[in-house]
Nanobody, 127 residues
Framework: QVQLAESGGGLVQAGGSLRLSCAAS????????MGWFRQAPGKERDFVAA????????RYADSVKGRFTISRDNAKNTVYLHMNSLKPEDSAVYFC????????????????????WGQGTQVTVSS
C-alpha cells in the first residue's frame, strides 16, 4: 500500500496563503487519483479538491473554488494544495487521500471511495 504524509499546515491570518504538500511512497504514484479533504472539530470530513492521475483534470468544493488550487508532480510523488485568501472557516485538519484508478482522467470526489489516507496537517486561520 501507498504511504501518505501531509505537511505545510500552520497558523495564518485571514487573507493569507498556505501550500500543503502530500508526499507518497512507492514508485506507482501516477496510478492514483488524489484528493484533499478537511475536518473541523465536531464536523464530518468534507471534500475539498481532487485531481486525476495525470493531473489534467481537477474539481473543487464550492466553498474553496477560486481560492484553492490542487496540483501534482508525479516525478516527485507529491500532490499540492495551494490555498489563497484563507478564511477562518477554512480552519481544519487537512487530509491527503489516494485511490488507484484504471483511467487517467478519472476524478474521485467521494470520501468512501478513497483507500489510503495520510495522518493530516492542521490549518488554523485567525481573524
Amino acid at each position: 500500500q501507498v504511504q501518505l504524509a501531509e505537511s505545510g499546515g500552520g497558523l495564518v491570518q485571514a487573507g493569507g496563503s498556505l501550500r500543503l504538500s502530500c508526499a507518497a511512497s512507492g514508485r506507482t504514484f501516477s496510478n492514483y487519483a488524489m484528493g484533499w479533504f478537511r475536518q473541523a472539530p465536531g464536523k464530518e470530513r468534507d471534500f475539498v479538491a481532487a485531481i486525476s492521475r495525470s493531473g489534467d483534470s481537477s474539481r473543487y468544493a464550492d466553498s474553496v473554488k477560486g481560492r484553492f488550487t490542487i496540483s501534482r508532480d508525479n516525478a516527485k510523488n507529491t500532490v499540492y494544495l495551494h490555498m489563497n485568501s484563507l478564511k477562518p472557516e477554512d480552519s481544519a485538519v487537512y487530509f491527503c487521500a489516494a485511490v488507484p484508478t484504471p483511467q487517467g482522467h478519472t476524478i474521485v470526489v467521494l470520501t468512501g471511495l478513497y483507500e489510503y489516507w495520510g495522518q493530516g496537517t492542521q490549518v488554523t486561520v485567525s481573524s
